[in-house]
């Protein structure tokens, strides 16, 4: 699966080991334009010292050579002494700048330089993404001695990798997904992190062996034998872009199955780099074969992965007081609304908030005016959910018949589900089932979406007094019958969202939310699963957000209950709307 999209801002949380610190404040900006496709490999690299550079010449050299897009850095490492250039790993934390400005210089002493620069967010050496406090700046001190006459640098922070210029991300470092196995359906869980661009192939492949990570372990499983490793370190390719992947492994677990999942991760994996065109798999140079397929695959069919499924679903629907009515949201923007004639939907009366609507359209449902109980509505009849806790939240449903909301239960219990395949007239089997997650004990959950996929769920919870705002990606862990049973450790997504309202899904890599990003103003936003965030324009009012397809297609409703439509860099009122409700997934 490609990730849809590279995203274009990055906002959060930067430490580095050996800084001086990060300097905070400053509005929600656009960041780093990541939005492009794979750059080309032009070979750029950068020169090496020359022999009368000062000490400060000598660091921002050493800086601006780790922007080579070559992977050796051969220049870079002419400007560290020896016994440095033997411990400096390039992959360690790097830094994404906010600007393109050559960082700031500063002679603290005739062996010590100290730079500064505007961050955007920093990359360890895993691709796991950290993003920085908006208008906060990164700062590292290097020891340099004289070797010959000529200045080198033999200390810098522990950790340090390379500072990369905004304009130079794009061509150096960008997100893939790492993929796994649903254990819950027949398909791959994407995990989004950011790789360098050079012997990218052979990144991907690398990190595709390293074991389930902890956000999706038991929602996703690996195929992959513990402690595998590629042959050469490496992969390669032939001019007609056929990847070999040769691994040397323990024995592979027996069985079709295993066989066609290991198939699955590396070409779902491997196939985002648009140069390749299909793979081959050895295992201790043996083929990994499959019954009845020959050859490089290029597709996941061929191995007895389904398509992707449809993902056409019941239209959306959009309130106006207590009427619930289709919107059509193909017409000009001045006729967007509720469609003509009678309503499908029964009406909802407006003391009942948080509208919800089922994938196939069967069902509505709402918070019930006291904020304690939750209804659903099926053609003209309500039933109410046996109570199962105070304070609930947003519902929202998934695309597997069940429907979602946080509540606070009795003990730690603060999410719930609903099986909405059964009839809600079952008080026993239409009861709300508490879903294990230790690490939402103490919090209120405002609000719970499941990906399309069903594997995923972006929590938005807050402490009770409604601060201390989170938002955590999760593995949804199912049992007999798809109910979803506990989640698996949280990934936090949005390190400086103070303040949030509303959340969707915009499509399989980020979702989007009305929040306070680092103290600024609140407005539109999208959050990335890589945990980058990148703002949308600005919304006076907006309180609640839904799509009815892709980003282009998000809407937003507002204090005021108007509708918001997007239109270019602007949003343009689209008439009167309490509430606008799309199905799941």
Same mark, same amino acid.
């Given at each position: 699966?490609?990730?849809?999209?590279?995203?274009?801002?990055?906002?959060?949380?930067?430490?580095?080991?050996?800084?001086?610190?990060?300097?905070?404040?400053?509005?929600?900006?656009?960041?780093?334009?990541?939005?492009?496709?794979?750059?080309?490999?032009?070979?750029?690299?950068?020169?090496?010292?020359?022999?009368?550079?000062?000490?400060?010449?000598?660091?921002?050299?050493?800086?601006?050579?780790?922007?080579?897009?070559?992977?050796?850095?051969?220049?870079?490492?002419?400007?560290?002494?020896?016994?440095?250039?033997?411990?400096?790993?390039?992959?360690?934390?790097?830094?994404?700048?906010?600007?393109?400005?050559?960082?700031?210089?500063?002679?603290?002493?005739?062996?010590?330089?100290?730079?500064?620069?505007?961050?955007?967010?920093?990359?360890?050496?895993?691709?796991?993404?950290?993003?920085?406090?908006?208008?906060?700046?990164?700062?590292?001190?290097?020891?340099?001695?004289?070797?010959?006459?000529?200045?080198?640098?033999?200390?810098?922070?522990?950790?340090?990798?390379?500072?990369?210029?905004?304009?130079?991300?794009?061509?150096?470092?960008?997100?893939?997904?790492?993929?796994?196995?649903?254990?819950?359906?027949?398909?791959?869980?994407?995990?989004?992190?950011?790789?360098?661009?050079?012997?990218?192939?052979?990144?991907?492949?690398?990190?595709?062996?390293?074991?389930?990570?902890?956000?999706?372990?038991?929602?996703?499983?690996?195929?992959?034998?513990?402690?595998?490793?590629?042959?050469?370190?490496?992969?390669?390719?032939?001019?007609?872009?056929?990847?070999?992947?040769?691994?040397?492994?323990?024995?592979?677990?027996?069985?079709?199955?295993?066989?066609?999942?290991?198939?699955?991760?590396?070409?779902?994996?491997?196939?985002?780099?648009?140069?390749?065109?299909?793979?081959?798999?050895?295992?201790?140079?043996?083929?990994?074969?499959?019954?009845?397929?020959?050859?490089?695959?290029?597709?996941?069919?061929?191995?007895?992965?389904?398509?992707?499924?449809?993902?056409?679903?019941?239209?959306?629907?959009?309130?106006?007081?207590?009427?619930?009515?289709?919107?059509?949201?193909?017409?000009?923007?001045?006729?967007?609304?509720?469609?003509?004639?009678?309503?499908?939907?029964?009406?909802?009366?407006?003391?009942?908030?948080?509208?919800?609507?089922?994938?196939?359209?069967?069902?509505?449902?709402?918070?019930?005016?006291?904020?304690?109980?939750?209804?659903?509505?099926?053609?003209?009849?309500?039933?109410?959910?046996?109570?199962?806790?105070?304070?609930?939240?947003?519902?929202?449903?998934?695309? %597997? +018949?069940?429907?979602?909301?946080?509540?606070?239960? $009795?003990?730690?219990? &603060? *999410?719930? /589900?609903?099986? #909405? @395949?059964? !009839?809600?007239?079952?008080?026993?089997?239409?009861?709300?089932?508490?879903?294990?997650?230790?690490?939402?004990?103490?919090?209120?959950?405002?609000?719970?979406?499941?990906?399309?996929?069903?594997?995923?769920?972006?929590?938005?919870?807050?402490?009770?007094?409604?601060?201390?705002?989170?938002?955590?990606?999760?593995?949804?862990? %199912? +049992?007999?019958?798809?109910?979803?049973?506990?989640? $698996?450790?949280?990934? &936090? *997504?949005? /390190?400086?969202? #103070? @303040?949030? !309202?509303?959340?969707?899904?915009?499509?399989?890599?980020?979702?989007?939310?009305?929040?306070?990003?680092?103290?600024?103003?609140?407005?539109?936003?999208?959050?990335?699963?890589?945990?980058?965030?990148?703002?949308?324009?600005?919304?006076?009012?907006?309180?609640?957000?839904?799509?009815?397809?892709?980003?282009?297609?998000?809407?937003?409703?507002?204090?005021?209950?108007?509708?918001?439509?997007?239109?270019?860099? &602007?949003?343009?009122?689209?008439?009167?709307?309490?509430?606008?409700?799309?199905?799941?997934?």
């Amino acid at each position: 699966m490609r990730p849809s999209r590279l995203l274009a801002a990055l906002l959060g949380a930067l430490l580095l080991t050996g800084c001086s610190g990060l300097s905070g404040g400053g509005p929600v900006q656009p960041g780093l334009d990541v939005s492009a496709p794979i750059a080309p490999q032009i070979g750029l690299v950068y020169p090496g010292p020359d022999a009368r550079e000062t000490q400060q010449g000598i660091v921002s050299g050493f800086l601006r050579a780790g922007a080579s897009s070559d992977g050796k850095y051969d220049n870079a490492r002419k400007f560290l002494t020896s016994r440095m250039a033997e411990r400096w790993q390039p992959d360690e934390t790097i830094v994404l700048l906010s600007g393109n400005e050559s960082p700031t210089t500063r002679l603290l002493d005739p062996a010590t330089v100290q730079v500064t620069a505007p961050v955007a967010g920093t990359v360890d050496a895993d691709g796991r993404y950290t993003a920085a406090r908006p208008g906060s700046s990164a700062s590292a001190r290097f020891s340099l001695t004289s070797v010959g006459g000529q200045w080198r640098i033999d200390g810098m922070p522990e950790g340090f990798g390379r500072w990369i210029a905004a304009d130079d991300v794009p061509r150096l470092v960008q997100p893939f997904a790492v993929h796994y196995v649903s254990a819950s359906h027949r398909a791959t869980v994407p995990d989004v992190r950011w790789f360098p661009l050079d012997r990218l192939l052979t990144r991907l492949a690398n990190a595709q062996l390293a074991p389930v990570p902890d956000h999706l372990l038991g929602a996703a499983t690996t195929a992959v034998p513990a402690g595998a490793r590629l042959l050469g370190d490496a992969v390669s390719v032939d001019a007609s872009g056929v990847v070999s992947v040769n691994l040397i492994a323990s024995r592979l677990a027996p069985g079709e199955t295993t066989r066609e999942n290991i198939w699955a991760q590396f070409l779902t994996t491997l196939t985002q780099d648009p140069t390749v065109t299909a793979v081959t798999l050895q295992i201790d140079g043996v083929p990994v074969d499959l019954d009845g397929v020959e050859g490089p695959v290029s597709s996941l069919e061929r191995i007895g992965f389904p398509p992707e499924s449809d993902t056409a679903s019941a239209a959306p629907v959009v309130r106006r007081g207590a009427t619930v009515a289709v919107f059509d949201p193909t017409g000009s923007v001045r006729q967007k609304g509720a469609s003509a004639g009678p309503s499908a939907y029964p009406d909802v009366p407006a003391d009942f908030t948080r509208l919800a609507l089922s994938a196939d359209g069967a069902e509505t449902a709402a918070v019930d005016p006291s904020g304690d109980g939750l209804s659903r509505w099926r053609g003209t009849n309500r039933y109410e959910v046996p109570p199962f806790g105070a304070d609930v939240g947003a519902p929202a449903y998934d695309r %597997r +018949g069940f429907l979602w909301a946080g509540a606070v239960g $009795s003990g730690d219990a &603060r *999410l719930f /589900t609903v099986d #909405t @395949r059964v !009839s809600p007239a079952d008080l026993v089997a239409a009861r709300a089932q508490p879903v294990e997650a230790s690490w939402l004990a103490g919090r209120r959950v405002v609000e719970a979406r499941v990906a399309a996929d069903g594997d995923r769920v972006v929590v938005l919870s807050t402490r009770p007094d409604g601060r201390d705002v989170r938002l955590d990606l999760a593995g949804v862990v %199912r +049992g007999g019958g798809q109910r979803p049973e506990r989640l $698996s450790a949280p990934l &936090r *997504l949005g /390190t400086w969202v #103070t @303040r949030a !309202s509303g959340l969707t899904w915009v499509d399989a890599q980020q979702v989007a939310t009305v929040a306070s990003v680092g103290g600024a103003a609140v407005r539109p936003v999208l959050v990335s699963v890589d945990a980058s965030v990148s703002p949308l324009p600005e919304a006076a009012g907006a309180r609640a957000v839904a799509t009815v397809g892709v980003e282009r297609d998000l809407y937003l409703v507002t204090r005021e209950n108007r509708l918001l439509s997007r239109s270019g860099l &602007r949003w343009v009122d689209s008439g009167q709307a309490s509430d606008l409700a799309a199905p799941a997934g």
